[in-house]
């Protein structure tokens, strides 16, 4: 790790679900890891967790030069703050009001937009061909729509697939929980097949069909992206052309750090 001193950042993603863990610089990502958004656990507990991750990978302290936080998830931000300066001995930038992020966001109310939804679009702008459609499947599945100009035009938010699958599970006794797998057939011959159906294809086919209508609006093909923990799952059953993209959020954190260092 000696030639990475002073070159790589630790870039964390606070979702509602999900921490997202990440070292990168400009060349390569060294790791992507996740742990479970928990509410309780104290700075100590995380930063635990943060030297755990790093001593798996044999990433020292000294090969971290600084580090930057993305969340949607404000009572933990200063939590995972404190965290990383006892794993690290070094202050963390949070993504908000005061970090230059260079996007030029024309919705109602800038201040609004998600901080995910802010880094997502910095980092598709620098990596790919604009008019741009960032897809992020999380907790909620969205859609951030950057035109040609380089612009955060706006978006669309739908419930994403695991919350819309534990909710209807969770408020019908008869129905099953179930692993998110593709069935055989889009016609389900029994319950669980019919419900991964639904939660694999008609979530592939509401994309396809997002898609369709942004393009309209736009008036030309967009480039679209894919990113989030669960794109995996439904990108591939899409028949739209979907670049999937795991690491664009750690990307989008490391532009902006490089923005504000």
């Avoid at 507990?45 to 302290?61: C, F, G, R, V």
């Amino acid at each position: 790790m000696k030639d990475l001193v002073e070159t790589m950042i630790l870039a964390i993603d606070i979702g509602n679900s999900n921490i997202v863990i990440g070292c990168i610089d400009k060349e390569n990502t060294y790791f992507v890891e996740r742990l479970s958004t928990n509410h309780s656990k104290t700075d100590l507990e995380y930063a635990i967790n943060i030297k755990s991750i790093l001593d798996l990978y044999h990433i020292t302290s000294e090969a971290i030069e600084g580090s930057i936080i993305s969340s949607v998830v404000p009572p933990l931000s200063n939590v995972m703050k404190r965290a990383v300066w006892k794993c690290l001995g070094k202050q963390a930038m949070i993504v908000g009001p005061g970090l230059k992020t260079g996007l030029d966001i024309k919705i109602d109310n800038p201040g609004q937009l998600g901080s995910d939804l802010v880094v997502d679009a910095v980092a598709a702008i620098a990596e790919y061909p604009v008019p741009a459609i960032v897809i992020d499947m999380g907790t909620a599945t969205t859609f951030s729509v950057i035109n040609e100009k380089k612009t955060y035009l706006g978006g669309a938010i739908i419930p994403g697939v695991r919350i819309s699958l534990d909710s209807m599970t969770s408020r019908t006794s008869q129905l099953p929980k179930i692993s998110l797998e593709a069935p055989r057939h889009t016609i389900g011959k029994n319950t669980i097949e019919c419900i991964k159906s639904g939660a694999i294809y008609a979530n592939a086919s509401m994309i396809d069909g997002m898609i369709e209508r942004i393009n309209e609006e736009l008036g030309r093909e967009a480039t679209v992206i894919a990113t989030g923990g669960l794109s995996a799952f439904i990108i591939p059953h899409c028949k739209k052309k979907i670049i999937y993209d795991d690491n664009l959020l750690l990307k989008g954190l490391q532009i902006i750090y490089n923005k504000n260092k």
